[in-house]
């Protein structure tokens, strides 16, 4: 079945540094939704991508969206502590069922 | 009030022993999902239920069931517990372009 693989699995930066996620699929994603979930809770929606090539931002983070709908990445410039968290891409059809990636933990050192 | 709410949120009990997980919302939403997370894995679909009469199987629904007893209601059933069902269970609701999560629930299987 359909499958979402999510790279790296964890991510150590110094405060400041940049971080970056990557989201890839053997087959054409439909539309691409990014969680962040905090130590300790629950996933929270971030972003949907839907259109090839889709850019967005959303302050210091960055999302996009490959040409080909095969990939994914979410990028953060300048990371606080408050980024820390487990940041989740997930495969979104029009059923509504979400196709999870693996994830990536962020730690961040202050 | 949150929006979505999981009861119990810790849960231990041994192998053989029926539980039942039980989930709210207030959003009004139709649909509803039954997600497990194990580290590295991510989330993983168990079930999912577009209205109170509609229910699907996901990704792994084998030892699971689930009953859906009102719009704001969805209860997540493991029949005889296995160790292997040690997890974080999250309920969510929502749509094709986002998710809102409940809580979580930590089940321990001994």
């Known amino acids: 079945g359909q499958q979402v693989m999510q790279i790296p699995q964890y991510q150590h930066v110094q405060e400041g540094e940049d971080f970056t996620t990557y989201c890839n699929s053997s087959t054409t994603l439909s539309n691409i939704q990014w969680y962040k979930q905090r130590p300790g809770g629950h996933p929270v929606f971030l972003i949907q991508?839907?259109?090839?090539?889709e850019v967005k931002k959303q302050k210091r983070l960055t999302f996009q969206f490959g040409e080909a709908k095969k990939n994914s990445s979410l990028h953060i410039t300048a990371t606080q502590t408050t980024d820390v968290g487990t940041y989740f891409c997930a495969d979104s059809s029009n059923t509504g069922k979400l196709i999870f990636g693996q994830g990536t933990t962020l730690q961040v050192k202050p | 009030d949150a929006d979505v709410t999981q009861t119990p949120r810790n849960r231990i009990t041994k192998t053989g022993k029926r539980i039942m997980l039980e989930c709210s919302q207030t959003k009004g939403h139709d649909r509803m999902y039954w997600y497990r997370q194990d580290p590295g894995l991510g989330l993983r679909l168990i079930y999912y239920s577009f209205d109170v009469k509609d229910i699907n199987k996901g990704e792994i629904s084998d030892g699971y069931s689930v009953s859906r007893q009102a719009q704001a209601k969805f209860s997540l059933s493991l029949e005889s517990a296995i160790p292997n069902q040690t997890a974080l269970y999250f309920c969510?609701?929502?749509?094709?372009?986002?998710?809102?999560f409940g809580p979580g629930t930590r089940l321990t299987v001994l």
């Open positions: 969510a609701t929502g749509y094709y372009n986002e998710q809102f």
């Open positions: 991508l839907v259109k090839s090539g």
